[in-house]
Each structure stands twice: as C-alpha cells, then as structure tokens.
C-alpha cells in the first residue's frame, strides 16, 4: 500500500483516523495501540512475510536498548559492548538482505562461484529505514539522550506509518516526547486543514509531475545501450526530475499524513534543485538521512581524527586545517568515510559505491574552495555559474544512481557527452523538452511547500515564508477551492499506481 492509492487515501487512511480520535477520547493508551496496529497493517499489506521480520527487529533493538540503560554508567566497557554487538545484529540482518545476495549474483556472473549458489531474495520494504532509526535509537540511549522508554512508545516510534517505508529518519528524542504529549491525542480541525494541504501538494507532485518524468525516463532506460546522444539527455534529465518530484512528493505526503494525527516530523527536503554548492545541495536533499550521517559518521570518525592528532600534538584548529595533511586527515578523510559508506546503503552495486564516492569528491572540493579559494561575491554571472555546476555534479551522479551498472552508467555519459557511438536517430520531442523547462521553472521559480505553510508550522525547523505574500496558504474558501481542485485532478490522473523510488532502499 502506498500513500497515491485509491486503498490508501479512500479506506486506510480515513479508517486510521477516525479510530485514532474515537480511542483517544477514551484512552490514549488504546489510542497508540490502534496507531501501532494500523502501522503493522499498512506495512503487513505489502508482504506479510516480512512483518515478522519488523517485529522481531523492534524486539531486539528494543531489549538491547534497555540492556544499555541497565548498564551501570561506570562501566563503560560493558555498555559499549552491548551496543557493538546490538548494532552489530541490526547491519548483519541489513547485509543478508540488502547485499549477500547481490554479491553472490556478481561472483557467479564472472564465473568465481557455481551458478547453483546464485539465489534471489525480495528485499523487505522499508528495512534500510527502520534498521536506521533503531541504530539511531541504540546510540542515543548509550549517550543517554533517549529517555521515553515505554515499550508502547517505542512500537509507535519505530512503525508509525508515516515514515516507516522511505522516512524521514526520525530522532526518538523529537518523536517520543510527542507521543507522549496528551495533547497529540485531542482532534484539532487545524491539524486536519494543514495535514490535507500538505498531504495534496505532495500527492500533486508524485502523480501530476514525478510520474510522467518517470514514463519518459523509463522508456529511454529500457534500452539504455541504445541511447542516441539527445535521447540520453532527455532520459536523464526526466530521471531527474522525477526523482526530486517523487522524493518531493513522498516527503509532502509523509509530513502531511503525520500532521493530520498531530505529529510534526522534521523537513526532509528543501528545494535541494536550487543550491548553489555541494554542501548545501546535501543540507536540502533527504535532510534527516543527511543529519542522521553527519551525527553517527562524520562526527564520530572526525573526533576520532582529532583525538589521534591530538595524541601526536598536532592542533585541530580551524587555522590549522589551512594545511593541507591537516585538511586532508580531519575533512576529506571523514568526507569519504561517510559518503562511501552512504553510497553503500543506496545499493550493493559498484554504481552506488561510485555514486557515493563522486559525492565525497565533491564535497571535499567544496570545503577546500571555501577554505582556500577567494570569497564568493553575489553577481548574477557567478550565481548562475555555481547553480549550473552544482546541478551537473548532480546529475552526473545521478547517472550512477539511475544505472543498473556502473559500465551502463559510463556507457550514458558517453552517449551525453557525444563521445558514443548511437544506433539510433532519435529526434528530441518538443512535448517532452517543453516538460523538462517546465519543471526546472516550477524547481526554481516557486517557494516549496514548507515555505507556503510556513504559518502553520509544517515541521520542526523554523521555515522562512515566501517572498510574495500571495503564497501564504490561509485556511479560506479561494485555498480550499484551489485545493480541493488540484487534488481531483490528481486523482483523475492516478491510473496507474507506481511506487516511490525510494521504496526500493
């Protein structure tokens, strides 16, 4: 079941809500226990088999988080060798799934193992997610930052269905303590209007825009060999865009949805088409996975830098990082550490370890440009120059991302940069460049949806409003009209149902 479904928005949705506020009226405790059950049904719907494996993962990270607490605080040995060894259960579940079987598959393919050991396996939806967020969970309770430790709470934390399939990877320490809250359990007509406001930009953007991307893209990849040199440009660039409409989409929807129970989730995308460097394109791309990476990689690998050279007596300074062994140990060597790693759990081909190492690169170019390169001015030319760049970084990444291989990855660049040889004489078709302008303007032109419901405080974070006044969604007739129309026509367009990209990490 996912959120642009006739299932989902005309019988799950509405059913889980009115259960929700009638039980909550009378028990918050029944209340969270529908939620949690309606969160196991929403994820059971796609494959039964697998809601085994979520509750016994729920079970194990949920006694071993309480094995730490139980540790005494001096005993430090103790407590992290009880956190090795749960998150050391959680990456083995994760790698048998996600890449023991893709590994075998390349060994056989080059003939280094018997086909007969080849074997396929469906990868259970979401598990990247909630393995993520309970490894996230595990750290803060031996940090001793996660402090709401009620079992109930915890179901409700890891299955709320909102986020359960593709995120926002959530903080228990900004969850928890909303569950918690009586206040999330009494019925509010304003979280209603806001949670279907935003619940309709976000279902917009999948089935009006994000899906017709996805019809071109995949009509260009299902002979991705063939691609004459306008084709893979069109290809690629729908691919794109349907990428950061679907991601656009499922984020909208996401927060939406949870807003209608009363839950506010962080922002997880903010206009990331728009940046201007490599640093702030990942402050605006999948925002809570990009936090999440920063706090529980790059940190930790950079104190650990710091503390070896401090043990040497080297100084971990920000002057000090002006020399370039200095710069290379404590920014670079964390960078690549992080982002190869990110790179990995996108995939288990060599394509996302590209992918993830491009990203590394780029970064790493970018922090030395802004500690060693002359300061940025704020001329049209240059602004223009930095947004160009950062988006063909972008997409030359994205190329791996998309790819089924890296050799058909590099075969595409070829093909984009004139250098293949085509089989075809593809004739660009005006509808399809016409769409991609389209896009682009509505990408840079428009203020996103934070931003229009920047009065109702849509997430956690502080949201600037629009620069015109005009994009300010009030809770009027002319809004509800507007909207209720936009959401028909979505509707009337959702024929054929596809997932989200992101379903499949």
């Known amino acids: 079941m996912i959120f642009s479904s006739n299932p989902f928005i005309f019988v799950f949705l509405p059913i889980s809500l009115v259960g929700f506020y009638l039980l909550a009226s009378m028990s918050r405790w029944l209340a969270a226990v529908w939620l949690v059950g ?9 494959n039964p088999h697998f809601l085994l494996l979520l509750v ?25 060798l009880v956190l090795c060894i749960a998150i050391a259960g959680n990456l083995l579940v994760l790698a048998y799934y996600k890449y023991l079987f893709p590994t075998i598959g390349f060994f056989t393919a080059h003939h280094l193992l018997p086909e007969s050991w080849e074997s396929h396996i469906v990868l259970p939806l979401g598990i990247s997610f909630f ?44 969850m928890m303590p909303q569950f918690a809250n009586k206040e999330t359990y009494r019925f509010k007509v304003e979280n209603l209007a806001v949670g279907m406001a935003v619940f309709i930009f976000g279902i917009s953007k999948k089935v009006l825009l994000a899906d017709p991307f996805g019809f071109i893209a995949d009509r260009g990849l299902a002979h991705p060999l063939d691609l004459s040199f306008a084709e893979s440009w069109i290809t690629v660039l729908s691919y794109s865009l349907q990428l950061y409409f679907d991601f656009s989409g499922y984020s909208d929807m996401a927060i939406g949805i949870a807003r209608m129970f009363g839950i506010i989730f962080p922002a997880n995308f903010n206009s990331p088409y728009k940046a201007l460097s490599i640093i702030d394109f990942w402050s605006r791309w999948h925002m809570t996975l990009t936090r999440y990476l920063t706090l529980y990689l790059y940190n930790p690998v950079a104190l650990w830098v710091a503390r070896a050279r401090a ?19 404590m920014v670079v060597f964390p960078t690549f550490f992080t982002m190869g790693l990110a790179g990995i759990w996108h995939g288990a081909g060599l394509q996302f370890v590209i992918f993830g190492l491009l990203h590394a690169v780029y970064l790493s170019i970018n922090h030395a ?67 991609i302008i389209m896009a682009f303007a509505l990408c840079l032109a428009l203020p996103n949806t934070q931003q229009i419901m920047s009065a109702t405080q849509p997430v956690l974070e502080s949201v600037k409003a629009p620069a015109f006044s005009f994009f300010n969604w009030k809770p009027t007739n002319i809004w509800g009209v507007a909207l209720g129309s936009l959401f028909l026509f979505a509707l009337l367009r959702m024929s054929d149902v596809s997932k989200f990209l992101y379903f499949q990490f």
């Open 311 to 329: 043990r040497r007596g080297l100084k971990n300074t920000k002057k000090a990082t002006r020399n370039l062994p200095a710069f290379t140990s």
């Open 38 to 46: 309606m969160s196991l049904l929403f994820y059971g719907y796609w």
């Open 56 to 80: 016994l993962s729920i079970a194990w990270n949920y006694s071993m988080g309480a094995r730490i607490y139980a540790c005494d605080e001096d005993n430090i040995q103790a407590k992290s």
């Open 131 to 174: 393995t993520f967020t309970q490894i996230g969970y595990l750290i803060d309770s031996y940090d001793g930052q996660a402090r709401e430790r009620g079992l109930l709470s915890y179901c409700l934390f890891v299955t709320f269905f909102p986020h359960l399939i593709a995120g926002p990877i959530l903080h228990n320490r900004e």
């Open 369 to 435: 440009w802004r500690m060693f390169g002359p300061e940025k001015s704020g001329g049209r030319l240059k602004i223009l120059f930095y947004w160009m760049l950062t988006y063909s970084a972008v997409l030359i990444a994205q190329i791996f991302f998309l790819s089924d291989s890296a050799s058909e990855a590099i075969h595409i660049l070829a093909m984009m940069s004139g250098l293949g040889e085509s089989h075809t004489n593809y004739a660009p078709n005006a509808r399809d460049v016409f769409r």
